[in-house]
């Protein structure tokens, strides 16, 4: 029961270019949504969020967006450069309850940026 | 500011041996939170700590697997009679009290079971 899907297992992207990488869920009480970054034999880094009362966040070069009607959200890297190579997961949380919870990740989308 | 620490980074061990890992969160972070990795997957949830308190395990915690934080600082995940399935890289995650839904990552340490 994959509740958080990527189905974009890799993207190329010239370097100066746009990358665009996509993010579904599928359970409607996921409120909060955040964005990391993972280069091999490292963990996950944190890159961006968004609370599901927004539709956008914006943090210099990455911007995410939030579909709550279509379980969709986006995170836009304007312009990608080579050092953005890395995996990229998708995750969410409930956080209406007011205490921390487990994060639910997709598998991740594989970010090529290409000279 | 140090980041999430993880020891050791790598543990190769027989089939039925017990390995234990260690992760110490950043400081102040009162909570933590333990992951499992496998190839081409995401990371999946396994326990989560409040200060020294375990408030949720995953059904994905069998009872071989076995996790403390005993003063609320650092914590150790033990698994007992280790199998090839066991095979993934173990993540360590810790939040703070005013922004605890976002989790800062440790390293990592990467278990293979021959």
């Known amino acids: 029961d994959q509740q958080v899907k990527q189905n974009s297992p890799s993207l190329s992207v010239q370097e100066g270019r746009i990358s665009i990488l996509n993010c579904d869920y599928t359970?409607?009480?996921?409120?909060?949504f955040l964005w990391y970054k993972k280069y091999p034999a490292e963990g996950p880094t944190f890159l961006i969020s968004i609370s599901s009362i927004k539709d956008k966040n914006e943090d210099g070069r990455f911007t995410v967006f939030l579909n709550k009607s279509a379980k969709h959200l986006s995170l836009h890297i304007v312009p990608s450069q080579p050092g953005d190579s890395a995996v990229y997961f998708c995750a969410a949380s409930f956080i209406n309850t007011g205490t921390a919870s487990k994060l639910t990740f997709g598998t991740g989308t594989r970010l090529q940026v290409t000279l | 500011d140090t980041g999430v620490s993880q020891d050791p980074r790598h543990k190769i061990t027989k089939r039925g041996q017990n390995v234990t890992f260690r992760c110490d969160p950043i400081?102040?972070?009162?909570?933590l939170y333990w992951y499992r990795q496998t190839l081409g997957q995401g990371p999946e949830f396994l326990t989560y700590f409040q200060n020294e308190a375990q408030l949720e395990k995953s059904r994905l915690l069998s009872d071989r697997f076995s996790a403390e934080r005993p003063k609320g600082s650092f914590s150790t995940l033990e698994i007992q009679r280790t199998e090839q399935g066991d095979s993934a890289m173990y993540l360590c995650?810790?939040?703070?009290?005013?922004?605890?839904?976002?989790?800062?990552f440790g390293p990592g340490t990467r278990l293979t079971v021959t």
């Open positions: 995650a810790s939040s703070s009290r005013t922004r605890n839904y976002e989790q800062y």
């Open positions: 359970n409607s009480m996921f409120d909060y």
């Open positions: 400081s102040e972070h009162n909570r």
